[in-house]
């Protein structure tokens, strides 16, 4: 149990989890590829229309593939947003990648499409778009320039599952897209995740890399009369009790996705005024870009003003929480030829923003403390 009365984050059960895996255990299959994995898949690929899902044991795992898939090699360059999740780089620097840190947009906290010319080289491999808090990023702009320069595009979605931008969703702009079903997303197995295969030509590859580099899917539909080891692989299918949990999941995102917006806009109405009026700025979010709620932050003026409302907050019983710290500044983005200073707004950002808590079980009563919690600080 959280020792804050309002925790940053509680898992939101939707009551059938515990029937589905029961389910699963008397069907016999627990191992991967089973009937609640084809569910989960098939509902993944209508939603998004996106031509094959494969589920994986979470959405680092999903990334490895990618950088797999993509034939990445010691020496191979990788942009991606210094503002980011740890995997979302780590799991292409296994594969001997230099990263190529961005910095990103002041607004939407996504990678700056108008840097990206100049960073990329005779070396550049691919570009690792993150959409932040699921909020797209600039893809007409960042397609634009991948297609001229012959640069395949890969997106961390990991935060914007059924989010869109114009209309499309997203997951289904790269080549390969990933999803994450960890406890601290909108949709959750506790550990689980999904790679969205949108160009047809790596999709026989996917199946091979995900099932431990072996042709183990074309044997079982069939198409080949031995099963054995082809290519590099791992093992990324996750067990049919977590896609049982996931089904019952993914059978309420509607529900679970209203219930976040509903939060997510109260925040944003009543904290609007006290914004204001305090040099704080509330996330920005593009007309044309439709949202998922994943994320809600405050941009503070500074870093001692953030540690001030985090143990304002505290002190109420509620945990509020900071997010990325900038990773080209890490311990092993040093080592990897990060330098101070080389992207300024992710480091002036990463210092100043806090996440309130954002969970369907929040109650009306919790959101009022929240709000009057952050309302009765003085910045
Ligand atoms: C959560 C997260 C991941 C990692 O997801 P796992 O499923 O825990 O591996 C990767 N990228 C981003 C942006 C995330 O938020």
Known sequence: M?????????????????TYIATAVERGHISGDGEFTRRCSELLERELGAPRVLLTTNCTHALEMCALLLDLRPGDEVIFPSFAFVTTVNA??????????ADIRPDTLNLDEDLLAGLVGPRTRAIVALHYGGVACEMDAILALA?????????D??????????????GTFGCLATQSFHETKNITCGEGGALVIND?????????????GTNRARFFRGQVDKYTWVDLGSSYLPSEILAAFLWAQLEARESIQATRGNIWQRYERELASW??????????VPA?????????YLLLPNL????????????????????????????MGLRLGGKPGQCPVTEDLSDRLLRLPLFPGLTDADIDDVIEGVQAFKV
């Open 200 to 212: 047809p030509a790596l999709m026989a590859r996917a199946e091979i890399v995900r099932e431990k």
């Open 275 to 284: 914004a204001g009026q305090s040099g704080v700025s509330l996330p920005s």
């Open 304 to 331: 001692e003003t953030r540690t001030r409302l985090i143990e304002h907050l505290k002190s109420r019983g509620i945990l509020a929480v900071f997010h990325y710290l900038p990773l080209h500044l890490s311990e």
């Open 288 to 296: 044309h870009c439709q949202q998922p709620y994943h994320v809600f």
């Open 92 to 101: 292409f620097v296994l594969r001997g990648v230099k990263p190529v840190f």
């Open 157 to 170: 979605n990991a935060h914007g599952l059924f989010a869109s931008y114009k209309g499309k969703k997203l």
């Open 147 to 155: 297609r001229e320069r012959r640069i395949p595009v890969v997106e």
């Open 2 to 18: 959280s020792p804050y009365r309002i925790p940053f984050n509680r898992v939101t059960l939707t009551g059938k989890e515990q």
